[in-house]
């Protein structure tokens, strides 16, 4: 982490809390309490950088009960999905590893199948877009 990119982050947290734009999640005062900038949100929470760089998992119904985010492909999603949003992220993407693997939802595309056959842009890949996958990641979903 640069000290460029992480007041870039910094900056980004700032204007995502004086943004006026509609905030029905009260999403706002979450990132002001934890100093984070939220990059992928869906149904069950949000995915989050800190400043120093670390990403951070959160459910809407446990705000305050931060998780760090160990698993490679997770923090791939993240940073890969926040680039949409915060260009600058793009440097802390990691390359891809001799050792990775092709996708086996998207076969190495990046696109779901599922988006393509129902048109639907917010669906995300396994993969996360990347249209690969860390050694050792199964590649299959787990349902809890």
């Known amino acids: 982490m640069t000290p460029e990119l992480k007041e870039q982050i910094e900056a980004r947290i700032r204007e995502f809390c004086d943004s006026s734009s509609p905030d029905p999640m009260q999403l706002r005062a979450v990132v002001l309490k934890l100093n984070v900038l939220p990059l992928v949100l869906d149904m069950g929470g949000c995915l989050a950088i800190k400043p120093e760089g670390e990403i951070i998992s959160f459910a809407w119904d446990s705000e305050m009960d931060i998780q760090i985010e ?22 802390m993407i990691p390359a891809r590893t001799k050792d990775a693997v092709d996708c086996p939802h998207c076969n190495g595309t990046g696109i779901e ?25 199964a590649g299959t979903l787990t349902l809890k």
């Open 70 to 91: 160990l698993d490679e492909r997770i923090r791939n999603i993240a940073l890969f999905q926040g680039t949409a949003k915060y260009p600058e992220l793009k440097a």
């Open 113 to 137: 199948p599922l988006a393509t056959e129902l048109q639907i842009t917010n669906i995300v890949c396994y993969c996360g877009g990347l249209g690969w996958i860390p050694q050792g990641d």
